[in-house]
């Protein structure tokens, strides 16, 4: 299967697993870095594309693409049946109840904020209260605190613990009749920590109070199921799921959506406009104003085909056992510190090592191909936390391999030994 | 790893290891703050300036070790010039390791800081090595803070 020795801690379970074939997907992973094959363990950031998402993308340019929805062309049709079907493969990929529940934006951060501008500023006012918790990227830190600012609410936090795993005795502690929003991570990025979010909705939903999900870090390890969870808001991106840059999705519960202003003004979002008065078309058109990333939104529905044509039962057990096999290995080196340690956690491992700086572990790495990212992951407070200036972490997908793990645990050792 | 020990050399480990002039300065009549956001690298500089003389410098702050071993010879470089030569220095050096100025071929007033030309085989790292420099000038000029973004 595949070159180089295989640890004699092999499981079973990854017998499965035919990674070879799956890196064959991802041409990128076939470069060297430095003289080294590259050994991408930065998926937490951005992760690769699949050959046949390139392909769907380079076909749309080459052969189908126009501007979408009111051309009367055979070319306009063609680009609107394809990016509306992306859409309807989205609705099924979250197990939403309408494809209108579905709007395209170019990641989870324009989603955030989208949310924001559109249900925020409408519905939240002075003297109301928000609720994120301590472990949030900065993209569902900031747009918050620049509503509150506007409105004169106020921002509660979720506390969490040593092991980075939030509190849920203080998050039903800090939900009270001011509360009018809760929006939390549903993986970590810089933790990998994975949140109860099922129960954390349930638990806000008794106090009648709406929630948000980031799930950039969620979609592309797990299936998301919004009838499952109910959420009334979940975000993703499509470069964290193997789809192009630019290609992104915000759901929202059609009710909800149907009671919210536009985000961007301009073409498509409108029904009639006059001097006098313009009235806004209704959801996801309302949110989705000029020109969008088509081409993108059209490869973010052939990730979608690709991730259900792999398996993604026996994919997600895969990298259970690369994080397994990882943070035994990694952890067992002298000198190094898992940060976050979660009962429950998605495939990524952060680490910090003592007196050796994340950045020059990293340039190290980098060195022997492995490509890590080091710093704060859009997580200063997380940072703070922990009382660490930034962190090293890895982040694993399904194309990585043991053989990978192994020459990352190696190259540590080595920093170490330079630094000593 | 070649071009790795051109960056981490002994001499950059050990003033990593055992930064020089680490400390607050109480006599201090200039001092500044610099953050590189990109990787946390903070640094505070303090110096003594009497009649156009750097007299003394200190460093306090948490970095990489590029970051730490560059603000420890930059101070050991400083002190005791005047305040137009560690401008001089700081231009230098800066040329120096974004690629501008060759220091075996070009005149210069360098010293043990040529150790750092590596540097500019890894352009990421560039502003940790200058960071120090950039937050001097900023001292020197009555700046309280600095960032190298």
């Not at chain 1, 189908?64 to 079907?85: C, D, P």
């Not at chain 1, 950045?359 to 080091?374: M, N, S, Y």
């Amino acid at each position: 299967m595949s070159t180089g020795t295989l640890s004699t801690l092999e499981p079973v379970i990854s017998d499965t697993w035919d990674v070879a074939r799956i890196r064959a997907d991802f041409p990128v992973l076939q470069q060297t870095v430095n003289g080294k094959p590259l050994i991408y363990l930065d998926n937490s950031a951005s992760s690769q594309v699949p050959q046949v998402v390139v392909d769907r993308g380079s076909i749309y340019l080459e052969q189908e693409h126009s501007n979408i929805h009111r051309g009367v062309h055979y070319l306009s049709q063609k680009a609107t049946t394809a990016y509306e079907g992306a859409r309807e493969k989205v609705k099924r990929f979250i197990n939403a109840r309408d494809v209108r529940e579905c709007i395209f934006v170019r990641g989870a951060t324009e989603g955030i904020n989208l949310v924001m501008h559109s249900y925020g500023r409408k519905f939240i006012g002075a003297g109301d209260e928000i609720i994120i918790s301590a472990m949030e990227h900065h993209a569902n830190i900031v747009p918050w605190q620049m509503l509150c600012e506007e409105k004169g609410a106020r921002l509660r936090v979720i506390p969490m613990n040593d092991a980075g795993e939030l509190l849920l005795d203080e998050y039903d502690g800090l939900l009270n009749e001011r509360t009018k929003l809760v929006a939390v991570m549903h993986v970590s990025n810089a933790l990998g920590t994975i949140n109860p979010i099922k129960e954390m909705i349930a638990q806000a939903h008794k106090y009648g109070v709406p929630v948000l999900i980031d799930g950039a870090q969620a979609a592309p390890h797990m299936p998301i199921d919004m009838q499952d969870l109910d959420a009334d808001f979940y975000v993703f991106s499509g470069h964290k799921m193997f789809a192009p840059t630019g290609s992104g999705v915000v759901y929202g519960k059609l009710e909800l959506l149907e009671k919210m202003n536009p985000f961007q003004g301009g073409g498509d979002m409108i029904k009639t406009v006059t001097f006098e008065k313009t009235t806004y078309a209704d959801p996801p058109n309302r949110f989705e104003a000029g020109t969008p990333a088509i081409a993108s939104q059209i490869g973010l529905g052939a990730a979608i085909d690709y991730l259900n044509s792999i398996g993604r039962e026996r994919a997600a057990a895969y990298e259970a056992e690369l994080l397994r096999y990882a943070t035994e290995r990694v952890s067992a080196i002298e000198g190094v510190r898992i940060i976050g340690t979660a009962k429950n956690k998605a495939s990524v491992l952060s680490f910090v090592i003592d007196d050796i700086h994340p950045h020059d572990i990293g340039t190290i790495l980098d060195q022997e191909g492995i490509a890590v990212r080091a710093g704060h992951h859009c997580a200063q407070p997380v940072m703070q936390r922990f009382k660490v200036p930034a962190t090293a972490r890895a982040s694993f997908a399904f194309y990585n391999t043991k053989e990978e793990i192994d020459v990352l645990a190696r190259t540590i050792e080595r920093v170490i030994e330079i630094f000593s | 790893m070649s071009e790795l020990s051109e960056l981490y050399q002994q001499v950059i480990l050990d003033h990593n290891k055992k930064p020089r002039n680490f400390r607050k300065l109480e006599t201090a009549n200039h001092s500044a703050e610099g953050y590189n956001p990109l990787c946390g690298d903070q640094l505070t500089i303090y110096l003594n300036l009497e009649d156009d003389l750097v007299r003394e410098v200190g460093f306090e702050g948490s970095g990489c070790a590029i970051s730490k071993a560059a603000a420890s010879m930059m101070t050991q470089a400083v002190k005791g010039k005047s305040k137009e030569q560690a401008e001089h220095l700081f231009q230098e050096f800066h040329s120096m390791v974004t690629g501008e100025l060759n220091e075996e071929t070009e005149e210069n007033n360098l010293g043990n800081l040529k150790i750092f030309a590596g540097v500019r085989e890894f352009p990421v790292r560039v502003k940790c090595a200058t960071l120090a420099w950039h937050t001097l000038h900023a001292a020197l000029n009555k700046e309280p803070q600095i960032s190298t973004e």
